[in-house]
């Protein structure tokens, strides 16, 4: 599933370092690396859009792609908000499969209250990890990096994690 996002992170640095540019074709992806280009063509319509990865995301649910707001109304994702959509890598920056640096996203919050309390949560569960809370767009976020960065041991707390509120996501943040 891919959805759009625009407005609110218009103009706003993404995490790559640019500033987002919702006119612009780029998008947002949890695991593949800064500046990979992929097709992403609608089923439904068929119709396609050649993007850079340019930030992180989406957190939501079954949704794997989040593309900006220019590329969602070129295949069809802009009026339903969503759409199923076929995402294929034309070309990326480093390995895909292997390499590059983990953490695991750990929730989302409106409260910074419950967000400083898992995060001390993690601190005492996962020791040697680098637990980070801070203001996301949508609140506050709370990232542990295991040591080294390492992809299996994001993995394993990925799928040893349950939050109540924002999900767990493997995040790749190269």
């Given at each position: 599933?891919?959805?759009?996002?625009?407005?609110?992170?218009?103009?706003?640095?993404?995490?790559?370092?640019?500033?987002?540019?919702?006119?612009?074709?780029?998008?947002?992806?949890?695991?593949?690396?800064?500046?990979?280009?992929?097709?992403?063509?609608?089923?439904?319509?068929?119709?396609?859009?050649?993007?850079?990865?340019?930030?992180?995301?989406?957190?939501?649910?079954?949704?794997?792609?989040?593309?900006?707001?220019?590329?969602?109304?070129?295949?069809?994702?802009?009026?339903?908000?969503?759409?199923?959509?076929?995402?294929?890598?034309?070309?990326?920056?480093?390995?895909?499969?292997?390499?590059?640096?983990?953490?695991?996203?750990?929730g989302a919050f409106q409260?910074?209250?419950?967000?400083?309390?898992?995060?001390?949560?993690?601190?005492?569960?996962?020791?040697?990890?680098?637990?980070?809370?801070?203001?996301?767009?949508?609140?506050?976020?709370?990232?542990?990096?295991?040591?080294?960065?390492?992809?299996?041991?994001?993995?394993?707390?990925?799928?040893?994690?349950?939050?109540?509120?924002?999900?767990?996501?493997?995040?790749?943040?190269?």
């Open positions: 599933m891919a959805s759009w996002y625009g407005p609110p992170y218009h103009h706003h640095r993404g995490a790559n370092g640019e500033t987002y540019d919702q006119n612009s074709m780029t998008a947002a992806h949890r695991t593949l690396p800064m500046n990979s280009v992929v097709r992403v063509t609608n089923q439904t319509t068929g119709h396609a859009v050649v993007v850079r990865i340019t930030d992180r995301g989406p957190f939501v649910g079954d949704r794997i792609i989040d593309l900006s707001l220019a590329a969602a109304k070129a295949v069809d994702v802009w009026r339903p908000g969503t759409a199923e959509v076929k995402v294929e890598v034309l070309s990326a920056p480093a390995p895909i499969a292997e390499g590059g640096r983990w953490c695991v996203q750990i409260n910074e209250r419950e967000a400083r309390k898992l995060k001390e949560k993690l601190q005492d569960h996962y020791e040697g990890a680098d637990v980070i809370q801070f203001t996301g767009p949508t609140g506050e976020w709370v990232r542990l990096r295991p040591p080294g960065d390492d992809k299996r041991k994001a993995q394993e707390v990925a799928t040893k994690t349950h939050v109540k509120e924002g999900g767990v996501f493997l995040v790749r943040l190269d």
